[in-house]
Every structure is written in C-alpha cells, then in structure tokens.
C-alpha cells in the first residue's frame, strides 16, 4: 500500500512539473505564448473575407464617397461562407467590417457610411450578425478587420477622432459574440478633410480587451500575432515567433520587412507571423479575375511557405456581389482540402521507434519517442545545458517520402537555431536531406522524393535545451518536390526610376486604359506613384495622370489595371515613375494597353 501511496505521490507532482521522482521540466526560454496564443496558433489556416463598396466599384481602395446604396449584394449568404470555410478545413473567418472608405458593414452608431445607410435590406441588414451567426452553425471562430483610417469620417485627422474609433470598435466587438480575432491595418492617409490622424494604439488596444479579453491583436508590431512583412503568403525560411518592438508602431513606424518576415531571435515579445494572402490577384472581388484564381500548385506552395514555416496563413476569399463565395473560388479550396488530406493521410513514420543521444534526466518522461505520439504535451527534452543532440528514427523498413514535418513545443518558448535532417541509405551511411534554421510550431522541410529505413535530426544550435514535441514523414505526388514559391524572378525587368516605360503600339488604336506588372514579389522595386500621358503621333503628348498611386502595391506587387475615364485614340502612351518602392529602381514584367 506504501508502494501505491508513493506512486500515486509521483504521478501528481510531475504532472506538476515540480516532483523529486524525476527531472524538471525545462525552465520556459524568452518570450513565451499566452495560451490563448498558442490555440491560435493551433488552428493552422482561416479565411480572410474582403467584402464592402469596392466589391461593387472594382477598387482596391475605396475614397469614402461612394453612395451607401452601391452596397448592395442581391443574395447574401453567410452560411455558404461558412460552409464553405468549413469544407476547407479552415477554423475561423475574418470579416472587413470597416476598410479605408469608413464604410460599416454592421449598423455603427457613430458613424453615417454604413449598411443603414443604404437601401440594402430597407437599411435593416447587418453583415457583421449574419456571419457571427454562421460561424456559431459551423463551429468556426469569428474575426473582425477594422481599419482605423477613415476616408469618410469628417473627424478624422483631429483628435476626436480617436474617440470615434473606440466607439467604432466597441461596437463591433461588443454585439456579436466572442472574437478570437482582432486585425488591425496600419495604413494612415489622409481623410476627407485632408488631414492624417495621429492613431491612439494604446486606446484602441484596451478597448479591444476591454470587449474581447481572449482576443488575438494583429498588427505590425502585435501584440497578439503579427504581419509577416508581405501579402504574398510566405514566411521567412528564417521565421522567429519573438520580436523587438520598442520604438516601432503599426503602419510607418513598423519594423522593417525583414524583421516581420524573419522576426527578431531572442525578441522581447512573443508576437507569432500570420500570412495574408488573397486567391486571387486582388483583396476584394472583380468579375475580371474569375480566370485569375490561384493553382492548387500555388496553394500548397503558400501553405509550405506559411504554416511550413511557423506562421498562420490567413487565406482571402472574397464574397463577389451577390454576397457568395464564387464557384471558382470555392472548387478550388475544395482541391486544396482534398491535396491536403491527401498529402497528410499516411504519416511513413507511424509505427516508428524513436533514440536519442541524450534524454533530460534519462527519464521517459522527456523520452525521445514522445516526439512520435500524438499529446501535444508531451516532448522530448535535453538536460539544461545541452544545446547539440540528435533523435534517430527507425521506421522499421524502407519508406518513401518528400516532407519531414519537425514541432517544437513553443509553450517553453522558441529555441533551436540551427538543425538538419539525414537519411539513411541502402548502405547504411547517413546522407544529408535538408538543412534549415528555426522550427517553432511547425516546420515542414520539402525534399527531393527519399526512400529510407531511418531519418536522424541533428540539433545543431540551440538558445536552450532543445524540446521536441512532433515528427512526421509525409510523401506529396501532387506539387512534388518544388520550394519556389518565394524565389526571387529572373523573368521580366528593372529599370532605373528615372527610365519611364513607353509603349509603341505601332498603328492608332482605341485604349480604355492600361495595365502594369511589377517582377514576382515586387522584386527591384515597383512603381508606386507615377505620371502618364498618351499621343496620338508619338510627338504630342496628353497627360491622362499625374502623380496618381496604384493602391496597395508595395504591399500587394501584382498586375495593376487602371481605365480611363473616357476611351483614347492612341498610337504611343508613356508611364514615368514618381516614386518607387526601392528609391532608384523599379521591376517591370508586362506593360500594354486595355482595349
């Protein structure tokens, strides 16, 4: 019975990581996750829904002054968001419920540009209850996008303005329910008045947990999770969840793209990567992309690039203006779920045994083999210290395979800073497979197709005892053994910022605008602001624009389409940057006219 006693003893005080029958539990290193933190970082993928006037003008950007009745979306569906959501396997939904135009898409009382404003639904309709509803049917979790720049708001640009974003936001986050969500665009520009607004981050973030105490604050610089410095989906091959952010704030101030891409190791806060990334060329919907959906071979390429690289990808999938989901849209997240379930289905290392040269305590509570089962909880761990160490898994015979999936259980903070992967071959040398850098929640290395008996990781820098809570061998026939989602482009051009771009057409044609492609991922810069004229002789020349800026395109560097306000007759046209994003050059991969 005093046997018993005893071991009943030693079962509760490991389970409190304090007991003398074993090792501790590793200290937490650095900066650490809330809980919260790291169930959102759990849900792995969300939907992002760009939706509200532009939907219906084609912008980017809206102005603010757009009538409230051009919203006006003839069978809105929430549930087939949801559904759809849902099928994809995404956890949450993210709404814009106030973008740059100041437009509201529930019934905001501090403001006169929203949904009762318009006609819609006699100016009763309210987006915001409508998808809070849906995401409670289907289980999924409820975001808000709100954008604190305002191109509708009078007050916008004086100090009264911050009080109307508290109350903007206390109204969105006050009446629909929990949101695991808040983001948070940084843009600032100028409002109706012509002036800019000195934004109150402090304010605007305790009235976030005011309302949603539990909920995740994206921004630049966090707190809760942070943009990962591009809208192409990709976090960096480096990717640290900690970052230095004194002396940085959301929009201008941020920290530097590299920063956000890579984050900061040994940063002061933890502030995990999430990956925003639209399914088509642009954030919200034009009939003119419904060619221009994203592959399953891009999609799988981003997930790698994302949630393969300890970040969460935020996916756009934006409402067209009947208020649904494409069809387009939605049959191709269904070939990604599918590609994904696929792909994951078979784990070549279930069944394995797992070795380590060196296990915390010798106990089997840190074991090696825990990286193999399927507890979160459990890990395997070094003695304090002990920074280098390798795992040999056998797999109990040959296996095939193209992706080694690695887990850190970031609950004690991120560590490793250097690893690699070998493989055993037919005569039992040990070959390279992979080399990388950090791992964090998740990091999924992609290789050449492998058949082994045995994988080994090497644990080759450290901040900290290495732990280890997750290993899985995958074989994807799909996309195959392509990473090159996020190279650089050899394709295309870059150009001095002071060469314009000019267009001989070669005979007199009738334009309705003109469109321009900076290089993948705005690589060499791309135009942001630029003048551009037309002639009819390739002597005479009309200016069309002058100084005019392509929305979003630092952040979003895809084909830009601007119309004219009236058809031309023309034989050349004439694009001459005003800035760039680079300063002294810009990428171009196409240039023409549209007819």
């Known amino acids: 019975m005093k046997g018993n006693f005893f071991k009943a003893l030693c079962v509760l005080a490991g389970a409190a990581a304090v007991s003398s029958c074993g090792p501790d539990a590793p200290a937490p290193y650095g900066a650490v996750p809330s809980p919260r933190q790291v169930e959102w970082q759990k849900m792995e993928t969300n939907m992002f829904c760009h939706f509200g006037p532009n939907t219906f003008t084609s912008a980017e950007w809206g102005t603010g002054q757009e009538d409230a009745d051009i919203f006006n979306p003839t069978g809105m569906d929430c549930r087939q968001w949801a559904s759809i959501a849902k099928a994809a396997g995404m956890k949450g939904i993210i709404i814009t419920a106030k973008h740059h135009d100041g437009f509201c898409l529930w019934p905001n009382p501090v403001s006169r540009h929203t949904v009762a404003q318009s006609s819609w639904k006699d100016g009763k309709g309210d987006v915001l209850k409508e998808l809070s509803d849906a995401c409670r049917e289907y289980g999924l979790k409820f975001g808000v996008y709100i954008s604190p720049w305002d191109r509708n708001d009078p007050a916008y640009g004086t100090d009264e303005y911050n009080e109307v974003f508290r109350q903007t936001l206390a109204s969105a986050l006050g009446d629909y329910g929990p949101v695991f969500e808040q983001w948070f665009d940084g843009a600032c520009g100028e409002g109706p008045n012509g002036k800019v607004q000195v934004y109150d981050w402090d304010l605007y973030h305790r009235t976030v947990y005011e309302y949603q105490p539990d909920a995740v604050i994206f921004s630049d610089t966090g707190p809760g999770c942070r943009w990962i410095g591009n809208e192409a989906g990709y976090a960096g091959r480096t990717c640290w969840s900690t970052l230095d952010t004194a002396g940085f704030a959301p929009g201008q101030a941020d920290p530097s793209r590299e920063s956000l891409n890579c984050g900061d190791a040994g940063g002061e806060a933890w502030i995990p990567g999430e990956a925003d990334v639209s399914i088509r060329p642009g954030w919200f919907y034009k009939d003119s992309e419904n060619d221009k959906v994203k592959s399953l071979s891009d999609l799988l390429g981003i997930y790698y690039a994302s949630v393969g690289r300890n ?17 387009v849209d939605s049959l191709r997240l269904m070939e990604f779920r599918a590609a994904l379930d696929k792909i994951f289905a078979a784990d070549m290392s279930d069944g394995a045994e797992a070795e380590a040269t060196t296990v915390r305590g010798g106990s089997g509570r840190f074991a090696a083999s825990n990286i193999l089962d399927d507890d979160y909880d459990s890990y395997w761990a070094t003695d304090d210290g002990v ?50 850098t950090t791992i964090g929640y998740k990091r999924i290395l992609l290789t050449d197709r492998i058949a082994s008996d045995a994988v080994r990781i090497n644990i080759e820098k450290s901040y900290a005892c290495p732990v280890l809570n997750g290993f899985g061998l995958y074989l994807d026939e799909i996309m195959g053994e392509t990473e090159a989602w996020d190279e650089p482009d050899d394709s295309g051009q870059v150009k001095k910022a002071s060469e314009p771009l000019v267009l001989d057409l070669g005979k007199t044609v009738v334009a309705r605008g003109f469109y321009y492609t900076p290089k993948k991922h705005g690589a060499g810069g791309c135009i942001v602001s630029y003048d551009l004229e037309v002639s009819a002789d390739g002597e005479t020349w009309t200016g069309i624009y002058s100084d005019k800026m392509f929305e979003n395109i630092e952040n979003n560097p895809v084909r830009q389409e601007v119309r004219f306000r009236q058809p031309a ?10 800035r760039t994003s680079a300063g002294e050059t810009y990428g171009v991969s196409g240039f023409g006219i549209l007819q």
């Open 387 to 436: 920074t280098e160490a390798s795992l040999v898994v056998e797999l109990g015979g040959m296996k095939t395979f193209n992706r080694i999936m690695i887990q850190e259980y970031i609950p004690l903070g991120q560590r490793v800073a250097e690893f690699s992967v070998d493989v055993r071959d037919s005569s039992g040398n040990w070959v390279c497979a992979a080399e990388a």
């Open 569 to 578: 007759e023309i034989s050349h046209i004439r694009l001459t940057p005003v």
């Open 311 to 327: 970040s969460l990808l935020l996916l756009n999938v934006p409402p067209d203006k009947r208020g649904l989901i494409h069809s």
